[in-house]
């Protein structure tokens, strides 16, 4: 089966960046485009608001900063992709905030990939239980292929 849009999801952990490398072998083989996701924590000025004792918040700083984090995040993405994805294979970014798996699967619709390549770290036990798993989740609500690798 042959995949024409892959999305990634980077963290910029090594079991992320190992999905990067296998999606761009199965972009090569299958001439598919590959788009390399970051997911930022939502702006907190929205959710300060109603917090009492949030009111001397500035918004206008918080804004920026959220702006900040957004543009290193997509700096350092451009580099990772540029890095790790050959020149012969098609790729975007997608900078966005929320919450992870809302953001990888909103973006798998907007931008009709095929297939989502996502790296897992694979915890088991009690760290799993208290943290559960974005892959999974992933997988569960997915309405495409998900190739899970560590």
């Known amino acids: 089966m042959n995949f ?24 090569r083989h299958g001439r598919a485009r590959i788009t390399v ?7 907190v000025a929205p959710l ?3 917090i009492s004792g949030w009111a001397a918040l500035d918004t206008d700083l918080m804004i920026r900063y959220q702006a900040e984090i957004e543009g290193n ?8 992709a540029g ?7 098609t790729w975007s970014t997608l900078v966005r905030p929320g ?13 009709g990939a095929d297939l989502i390549v996502i790296g897992t770290v ?9 943290l559960g798993s ?3 989740r992933v997988v569960a609500r997915a309405s495409v292929p998900v190739l899970v690798t560590h």
């Open 122 to 130: 694979g915890r088991t036990g009690l760290p799993h239980l208290l």
């Open 4 to 27: 024409s849009h892959l999305l990634v999801p980077i963290d910029f952990s090594a079991p992320s960046v190992r999905a990067l490398r296998l999606a761009v072998k199965l972009a």
């Open 73 to 80: 995040a997509a700096h350092q993405l451009r580099r990772v």
């Open 83 to 89: 890095e790790e994805i050959p020149e012969d294979v």
């Open 48 to 50: 300060a608001a109603d």
């Open 99 to 111: 919450t992870i798996e809302e953001v990888i699967l909103e973006a798998t619709k907007e931008i």
């Open 134 to 136: 974005v892959t999974e």
């Open 37 to 43: 996701v970051h997911v930022v924590a939502p702006p």
